[in-house]
Every structure is written in C-alpha cells, then in structure tokens.
C-alpha cells in the first residue's frame, strides 16, 4: 500500500504553487483528451470527476481516451526505467489516438500523481516525476506539431478530520443515495461519489514556469538530488504547444 505524501514533497508542492508552477486545474482540450496516467484505482475515480465537473462547468466534451500503466506519464520519456522500453510504446498509441482514423483527438494529457507507489520504489522525489513529465512532453510535441499538451499532477494529502466526519455521517450517505437515485430515475448522467476522507486536487503543471524556477531558485536548493543537472537533460524544448487554455 502506498504511503501518504512525504513532507519533503508536501514541501515541494507548497513551493511550486506559490511560484506559479501548479495552478488550480480548469477544462481544457479542444475534442476530448488522451489520457496518460496511472493505474491507482484509489485516485482514478478522483481524477476523471474532477475533470468531468470541469468539463461539464466550461461547456466542454467530456471524452477521456485513457492509457494506464504504474507511473503514469512519467513512461511517455524514454529515460524512465520504471518499465524501459514502455515509452516507445505508449508513442505510437497517443500518434494513432490523434491520427483520423481512430480518434482525431488534439489534446495530450500527460498526469503524474503523488504520491505514486511506483515512484517511491525507486527512489523518486516529486521533483524527479516532474522532470520526466517534462521530457514526456517533449516527445508528444515532436509526434504533431499542431497538437497541445495537458501536463497534469493529481495530489492526494491524505485524511483530514473534517471531511472524514462527513464522509463517515449517515446524513451525507443517504443525502447522497437519494440523490443517485433521483439523478438514476431522471436519466441524468451525473455519478455522485461516497467521500472516503481524504483531500485531494489536481494542478496544471506549467512546465516553462517549471524551467524557469529551476534555473532562478530550484537547481540551488535541489539539484543536488539529480546525478545529471536535469535542464542538460532536455532535448528539444517546448514552445506554443504549452499555453494555458489547450
């Protein structure tokens, strides 16, 4: 089972929003998105309503094209040796998903989450997740240059007494079945989830924001955690395909 959040990355997290790095997650994706993220099935439920109540507020179409695996998009970047070879793999599939012929889908969702059971064997930081999303979206940008980019990073920071108090009421439960069932009797497509007590958000990850804040501040105060500096590690950069409303 994977442990909660470390302080360390709590930290990070912490950081990285003050400076503008993870922002509040709004719709994005212009016909649906590909989907690159992991298998957890104690997030997943989480991330596809927050993007379903997103999508649904900001008039677009919820069309999530998904592929999982352990490490989520952290094995789009062919450095990632959770699963060596993976990242050719999973390549071909999002070029086949945005081709014509099987989805027509422009928008490339690359999440990562934390924290990741798959990460924390090996040894990773959130840093060290977010540098391999990084060099994920390289390789997406150089499949169609006119695709864009969703880099995306699911938080789960554990219990908080407040919202297990609700979860746990009997009020909150049957308020909840009622409304199922009256949404059920209706034909409306809503799925309204049972709270388990814990806190959780997705961010958009500004990756040129990112590049920026290792350059000025995060390679001082963290870059002793990488064998290899990982802005050397970059190929070939990212441009227009990383605007904030894809």
């Known amino acids: 089972m994977t442990a909660g959040l470390s302080a360390f990355d709590r930290e990070v997290i912490r950081v990285l929003r003050e400076g503008g790095v993870l922002k509040d997650y709004t719709a994005r994706g212009r016909n649906g998105q ?7 099935g104690d997030q997943m439920k989480d991330l596809i309503l927050h ?21 989520g998009a952290m094995n789009v970047d062919p450095t990632c040796t959770l699963y060596p070879g993976m990242s050719r793999n999973l390549l071909e599939q999002i070029r086949q ?4 012929d099987l989805k027509g889908i422009t928008s490339v969702n690359l999440c990562i989450h934390a924290p990741c059971g798959a990460a924390s064997m090996t040894g990773m930081t959130i840093l060290h997740q977010l540098w391999h999303q990084y060099r994920a979206a390289e390789e997406v940008s150089m499949i169609d240059s006119t695709n864009s980019i969703i880099p995306t990073i699911h938080v789960d920071y ?26 059920d009797e209706l034909g409306i497509g809503i799925l309204i989830p049972l ?30 955690l990488f064998e290899v500096e990982p802005m050397q590690t970059l190929t070939t950069g990212l441009g227009f395909q990383m605007h904030a409303l894809a």
């Open 34 to 40: 590909i989907v690159v993220a992991c298998s957890d």
């Open 51 to 71: 993007k379903w109540r997103e999508a649904i507020r900001s008039g677009r179409i919820f069309r999530p094209h998904l592929f999982c695996c352990h490490g």
């Open 97 to 100: 998903a945005e081709g014509v």
């Open 158 to 183: 554990g219990v908080e007494g407040d919202l297990l108090e609700r979860a746990e009421s009997s009020v909150f439960k049957d308020a909840a079945t009622r409304i199922q069932e009256l949404a």
């Open 195 to 224: 709270l388990d007590g814990h806190r959780r958000r997705t961010y958009h990850v500004d990756l040129s924001t990112f590049a920026r804040f290792w350059e000025s501040t995060g390679c001082q105060q963290w870059g002793h």
